[in-house]
T-cell receptor
Framework: SQQGEEDPQALSIQEGENATMNCSYKTSINNLQWYRQNSGRGLVHLILIRSNEREKHSGRLRVTLDTSKKSSSLLITASRAADTASYFCATEFNSGYSTLTFGKGTMLLVSP | DGGITQSPKYLFRKEGQNVTLSCEQNLNHDAMYWYRQDPGQGLRLIYYSQIVNDFQKGDIAEGYSVSREKKESFPLTVTSAQKNPTAFYLC??????????FGDGTRLSIL
């Protein structure tokens, strides 16, 4: 089934550095969303980018979408220890959120 | 405060038992979802409901059942037919084209 695949699987950086995570998918989409999950908790919606958009910003987050390469990236600038979490991309390829398909996630560790 | 409440946080089941996971939302959202998450994996859709008294199977519905008698509630029953029920279960709700809100999950383990 269609699924976003995040890369890398795990990322370890120091506070203040930037973190970049990538997501690739297989078929045409309506939109792509990024979520954050702290250990043992639910997912928190970070940002949604539509198929006709190329870049979106939200605070320290920057998301790009390249539909020709079927890929997206999430950049977290000036990372903090509190950014430590798993990050998931989810693709919607039909109308309605019942068709959100999640990748396996990137585990980000930010050390003080 | 508006949100989604899942209970219990931890649940233990004996082999052959059915168990029901609770999910309640006070966000007035029409749609509700149940996902399963296994270690190191993404979320897989079990069931979803767009309106009261209606629900559809997701990708891995076998061994699970749901009901949607009230807008606020979407309980998930893990039946004895589910052979590998140990997982983290997440409930979510959404309205329109906005991203879903998630509960904090229920971790189910087999004794």
């Amino acid at each position: 089934s269609q699924q976003g695949e995040e890369d890398p699987q795990a990322l370890s950086i120091q506070e203040g550095e930037n973190a970049t995570m990538n997501c690739s998918y297989k078929t045409s989409i309506n939109n792509l969303q990024w979520y954050r999950q702290n250990s043992g908790r639910g997912l928190v919606h970070l940002i949604l980018i539509r198929s006709n958009e190329r870049e979106k910003h939200s605070g320290r987050l920057r998301v790009t979408l390249d539909t020709s390469k079927k890929s997206s990236s999430l950049l977290i600038t000036a990372s903090r220890a509190a950014d430590t979490a798993s990050y998931f991309c989810a693709t919607e390829f039909n109308s309605g959120y019942s068709t959100l398909t999640f990748g396996k996630g990137t585990m980000l560790l930010v050390s003080p | 405060d508006g949100g989604i409440t899942q209970s219990p946080k931890y649940l233990f089941r004996k082999e052959g038992q059915n168990v029901t996971l609770s999910c309640e939302q006070n966000l007035n959202h029409d749609a509700m979802y149940w996902y399963r998450q296994d270690p190191g994996q993404g979320l897989r859709l079990i069931y979803y409901s767009q309106i009261v008294n209606d629900f559809q199977k997701g990708d891995i519905a076998e061994g699970y059942s749901v009901s949607r008698e009230k807008k606020e509630s979407f309980p998930l029953t893990v039946t004895s037919a589910q052979k590998n029920p140990t997982a983290f279960y997440l409930c979510a709700s959404s309205m329109g084209n906005r991203g879903p809100h998630f509960g904090d999950g229920t971790r189910l383990s087999i004794l």
